[in-house]
Nanobody, 123 residues
Framework: QVQLVESGGGLVQAGGSLRLSCAAS????????MGWFRQAPGKEREFVTT????????YYAESVKGRVTISRDNAKNTVYLQMNSLKPEDTAVYYC????????????????WGQGTQVTVSS
């Protein structure tokens, strides 16, 4: 089992920045690709970004490309999501997820999920 705990969400004005963190425990963190997903009210959970086990490969959704950066620190068992130039449409609960294989854009491809952290962007 892998336990994931997100933090760093909050209320921010449009154009602002937030950095989300996801702390992992339970298994060897570097064995897992990590992803960030988000879910807005009334919408399905959607892919935001993912990073490979070594951190050498990253993919981003078109809606966030150029505004967010995913990174990981395997020594700290933590993955980060730096979000800049935030827009009201970025408002959602953000989830981190772990996958015991390579990075994937698919929600159903991930084995473990955190409880989520709320990000609210005001206009």
């Amino acid at each position: 089992q892998v336990q994931l705990v997100e933090s760093g969400g909050g209320l921010v004005q449009a154009g602002g920045s937030l950095r989300l963190s996801c702390a992992a425990s339970g298994r060897t963190f570097s064995n897992y690709a990590m992803g960030w997903f988000r879910q807005a009210p009334g919408k399905e959970r959607e892919f935001v970004t993912t990073i490979s086990r070594s951190g050498g490969t990253r993919y981003y959704a078109e809606s966030v490309k150029g505004r967010v950066t995913i990174s990981r620190d395997n020594a700290k068992n933590t993955v980060y999501l730096q979000m800049n130039s935030l827009k009201p449409e970025d408002t959602a609960v953000y989830y981190c997820a772990a996958r015991g294989s390579g990075p994937s854009l698919g929600v159903r491809d991930y084995d473990y999920w955190g409880q989520g952290t709320q990000v609210t962007v005001s206009s």
